[in-house]
Nanobody, 126 residues
């Protein structure tokens, strides 16, 4: 049973930084491409970033480029998202997700991913 657990969310002022983590257990973390999504109140879950299983390539949604950095530590089975220059529109529940099989839809679509964490709340205040 693959389990994902996010941590590190919280309340931060605009312009501040936050780092969220995702611990993965019960599976072969180093074989999964991983992603971060977020869901703002009243909105659909949206893609934020993705990282290849080796950590060798990353991809971001346009609105977070230059501010967010996705990374992973395969020795620790952990995924990270460093968020700098936070804005109120970054507020939402942040989810990590594992793409085990690949090939089903775009990498920015939630249906591409096989396993999900319960999410961690990130709130950015003015």
């Amino acid at each position: 049973q693959v389990q994902l657990q996010e941590s590190g969310g919280g309340l931060v002022q605009a312009g501040g930084s936050l780092k969220v983590s995702c611990a993965v257990s019960g599976g072969l973390f180093s074989t999964y491409d991983m992603g971060w999504f977020r869901q703002a109140p009243g909105k659909e879950r949206a893609f934020v970033a993705r990282i290849h299983r080796t950590g060798g390539s990353t991809y971001y949604t346009e609105s977070v480029k230059g501010r967010f950095t996705i990374s992973r530590d395969n020795a620790k089975n952990t995924l990270y998202l460093q968020m700098n220059g936070l804005k109120p529109e970054d507020t939402g529940v942040y989810y990590c997700a594992a793409d085990r099989m690949g090939g089903r839809g775009s990498i920015t679509q939630a249906r591409r991913y096989d396993y999900w964490g319960p999410g961690t709340q990130v709130t950015v205040s003015l």
